[in-house]
């Protein structure tokens, strides 16, 4: 009995057809399918933010989304487009440079709440971007730095829009 299904998937640009059983979760066909490991899996109920991608825009906890309900929807990771993001990029360098990343597990999915945030709102305030946070764990920072690099990742973003 053959119970694969076949799925087209849109990630970060790019179009993968895979044979997948109906239950798996975007999280285990991005790591273990097209070996997409940035995305990372952590309490796998939904409560930590860090297998956080984006679809249609949207953050989701990719370890409780099935993998059958992204076709034909836009995913986004923070591996991003092959030919790169600039909105993306600049984040993953603000947080670098204000120390938000430590031991780096949460980082994928805070980044991708943050490119999330900024794509909604981009001059947030200090509250707006700790509720964005909201659902994401970090247990290294304190979460100073993370609002610190988002802050300044949204700084730098403004300013190239304006030259």
Not at 5 to 11: A, E, G, M, N, T
Not at 49 to 70: F, Q, R
Not at 107 to 114: C, D, L
Request: glycine share 10%; net charge negative.
């Amino acid at each position: 009995m053959n119970d694969l299904v076949d799925v087209s998937l849109q990630v970060n640009g790019v179009r993968y057809d895979v044979a997948i059983r109906p239950w798996r979760t975007l999280l285990e066909v991005l790591r273990e399918t097209l070996g997409m490991t940035g995305t990372k899996r952590s309490c796998g109920e939904g409560q930590c933010g860090t297998c956080s991608v984006l679809i249609d825009g949207e953050v989701v906890n990719a370890c409780l989304y099935l993998a059958i309900e992204a076709q034909g929807k836009e995913i986004e990771t923070i591996e991003g487009r092959p030919e790169g993001e600039p909105v993306l990029q600049q984040i993953q360098r603000s947080f670098a440079e204000k120390g938000a990343v430590q031991c780096g597990f949460c980082t994928p999915g805070m980044v991708i709440a943050t490119k999330a945030l900024l794509g909604d709102n981009p001059q947030p305030s200090e509250d707006e971007i700790r509720e964005a946070l909201v659902g994401h764990l970090c247990r290294c920072t304190g979460y100073v730095q993370i609002v610190e690099a988002i802050q300044d990742a949204a700084s730098r973003l403004a300013r190239e829009r304006l030259r």
